[in-house]
């Protein structure tokens, strides 16, 4: 039963059980033989109580990485009735990774091939990379709204956000024939998002800049989301 | 930029970092069992003596040479990762820490030097052991619920000055721009057959800083076009061309300027400060000096950008946020110099501590320098020249790069004119404490 909840049981076991002793051994051992006694034991204690906190922490986890297993399922077949995911960031790249990981999650939960699910999570990090580094003033903070569609045979991303006019459609294009040392530094995630993607749309509506980006499926017989 | 294939082979090595990481776990877990079960003399005691007077003066210099290096060998990523793969649950990194990550880290390391001085924790070997169970604690928690190393990246309280201080050293790790233009894997991030993707979050492809980039090496061992590329730079090359400068890290900087204006003051005045900040209730005497000392650089340093601003036409925040960066070369010059005078102060504790703890010898040895009085005002007065001239010179070059020729003087004097008062203060505290 345990092994079926976790097929890494033996392995992990075994991780857990050299951390444990590797941190309690040597203060055990000591025991009674400490310099001090009246020292000894308030050290020994002050490390039972840390001891008891973490091993407290580390059965909540895995109480719950069991539970979340069990409606994992469940959540998965739900999720895939949705087919859309909005996400609120803000104008950082730190923010990338985050929204990399979850359009990951969603587009796996959707059963898409792995080659799409890593193109359609490049083509949204180069998206949102061109849109955090060029179109903001310096130290600007502002929030970008994205939302990622996953259509009949593509996936649609949307970015919507209150900033200078930034046209995509009109940034400079990079010809890669140019020595290394010629090549610009700038302008390589619209350049890649180019490379990336089917089609590239603009608009801007009143203060806000609405950036589009479809990227079509590679048509592989499977990955269709249900 | 000159690159050093021997450290890219290092990094690729499947070997590292576990080499260093099993050494310092080791290491650490005698640390543990001294602090708790061994001498209560801090001097004598070998988890004390190992993690204030070498540890800690290591990592200002070790940020300065290798940027992060530390938290690819640090034991406690190790412990994060062993729980992560036990019982992990992976779950997302809530909003609040990476919406306020960067302000809780400088806040939580607030927070921590203040308990070192509130608590005396250096000078206490029950204080020390229970602060680093408690950080085990964190990064347990943090390994057995969210995702990669969410402790490193938004909540470990040395991330923050590590981050800013890495940024002055000599290393840097980039991908190669031409490789990572053909690439649709992504391995460095999402992970590939080496392993695991970038543990900080970091996508090594558009990676322009090394705030947060701990060397571990887990994107070349995944890159499958060979991209990485670890190159030698000058020193603070980076702060003069951060595309995006972030005003946490220019506080960041203020902040840190101003806890070792007090680390100092404590030197010079340790017989009569407590007295004088309120006799009987001196802990709320120090707590207020403390905060205080802490916002007078941010202080000094809006009036610095205020006077730059009048003169460049741009906002007091931008000139805030782009010469904040100026002022960290001399800030890690004066952290070098304050923890150094700890280990040159006191040097010799080490092989006596960790004989003691063998049981090999008991006798404290007569002179426990390293070197004299006037051999630390040297060392002390060469970090601080260095640290002048290299604040300097990036306040220039970040003038240079921001603004016209004609504004460009006119900018940088209010804040050449900080990092003078900084250091000159701070010569001052350590001429006083000689």
């Known amino acids: 039963m345990i092994r079926s909840f976790n097929p890494h049981f033996k392995e992990h076991l075994k991780a857990l059980t050299l951390l444990t002793l590797l941190i309690t051994a040597p203060v055990l051992a000591s025991g009674e033989a400490s310099a001090s006694q009246a020292r000894g034991v308030s050290g020994l204690s002050i490390f039972l109580w840390f001891a008891a906190i973490n091993m407290l922490i580390v059965t909540v986890a895995a109480v719950m990485k069991r539970g979340a297993k069990s409606i994992t399922a469940k959540e998965a077949r739900h999720k895939r009735l949705e087919k859309t995911i909005t996400f609120t960031i803000r104008n950082d790249t730190i923010e990338i990774g985050y929204l990399f990981d979850r359009t990951r999650e969603f587009a796996e939960d959707h059963e898409l091939p792995v080659k799409t699910v890593f193109d359609v999570c490049l083509a949204l990090e180069e998206m949102v990379s061109y849109v955090i580094s060029n179109g903001f003033d310096e130290g600007e903070r502002a929030s970008l709204q994205v939302r990622v569609d996953l259509e009949k045979d593509q996936t649609r991303f949307t970015v919507e956000y209150q900033g200078r006019t930034l046209n995509p459609l009109e940034a400079p294009k990079i010809d890669i024939n140019l020595p290394i040392e010629d090549l610009p530094l700038e302008g390589w995630d619209i350049h890649l998002l180019r490379l990336l993607v089917d089609d590239i749309g603009y608009e801007r509506s009143g203060e806000k800049n609405i950036f589009t980006v479809v990227k079509k499926w590679e048509v592989t017989g499977e990955g269709t989301p249900r | ?434």
């Not at chain 2, 003051?265 to 001196?282: C, I, R, T």
């Not at chain 2, 006191?346 to 006596?352: D, N, Q, T, V």
């Not at chain 2, 090999?360 to 320098?369: C, D, H, K, N, Y």
Request: glycine residues 8%.
């Open chain 2, 1 to 434: 930029m000159k690159e050093i294939p021997v450290v890219k082979t290092v990094l690729a090595s499947r070997l590292y970092p576990a080499v260093l990481q099993w050494p310092t776990l080791i290491f650490f877990v005698l640390i543990i069992y001294s602090l708790l079960h061994g001498a209560s003399d801090a001097e004598k005691n070998f988890g004390t003596v190992v993690t204030w007077f070498l540890w800690w003066p290591a990592l200002g210099v070790m940020f300065l040479l290798a940027g992060r290096i530390w938290c690819a060998t640090c034991p406690f990523s190790l412990i994060s990762d062993w729980v992560q793969k036990a019982v992990g649950n992976h779950l997302p990194v809530p909003k609040l820490l990476r919406r306020q990550g960067s302000w809780l880290i400088p806040a939580l390391f607030i927070l921590l030097t203040w308990c070192e001085d509130f608590f005396d924790i250096v000078h206490s070997t029950l204080a020390t052991g229970v602060l680093l169970l408690a950080i085990i604690t964190g990064v347990v928690a943090s390994g057995a619920f969210f995702e990669r190393r969410t402790w490193c990246r938004y909540l470990c309280p040395l991330g923050g000055m590590a981050g800013i201080y890495s940024r002055v050293g000599f290393l840097q790790l980039r991908g190669a721009h031409d490789k990572c233009i053909k690439c649709n894997s992504v391995e460095c991030y999402k992970g590939g057959k080496a392993g695991p993707g970038c543990p900080m979050f970091e996508f090594p492809r558009i990676l322009d800083s090394s705030t947060n980039c701990n060397l571990c090496g887990t994107c070349v061992k995944n890159c499958p076009n060979d991209s990485l590329v670890v190159a030698l730079r000058a020193p603070s090359r980076e702060l003069w061309s951060v595309n995006k400068p972030r005003i946490e890290e220019s506080f960041l900087a203020a902040v840190m300027a101003g806890l070792l204006v007090v680390l100092n003051s404590l030197e010079v005045a340790k017989d009569w400060l407590p007295a004088f900040l309120g006799g009987g209730s001196a802990r709320l005497g120090f707590t207020i000096f403390y905060f205080f000392s802490l916002c007078i650089p941010v202080l000094l340093m809006l009036l610095a950008a205020k006077l730059a601003s009048s003169h460049n036409g741009t906002t007091t925040r931008t000139n805030f946020v782009r010469f904040g960066y100026a002022l960290i070369p001399v800030v890690l010059a004066a952290h070098i110099g304050h923890t150094g005078r700890e280990f040159l102060e006191k040097g010799m504790l080490i092989p006596f501590s960790i004989k003691s703890f063998l049981g090999l010898e008991t006798q404290m040895p007569g002179s426990v320098s390293l070197l004299g009085d006037e051999g630390i005002l040297v060392v002390h007065l060469l970090l601080y020249g260095a640290g002048i001239l290299l604040s300097c010179y990036t306040a220039w070059r970040i003038a240079r790069a921001s603004y016209k020729p004609e504004k460009r003087v006119g900018s940088m004097i209010p804040f050449v004119a900080l990092i003078a008062i900084f250091a000159g203060l701070n010569i001052l505290l350590v001429l006083s404490a000689e």
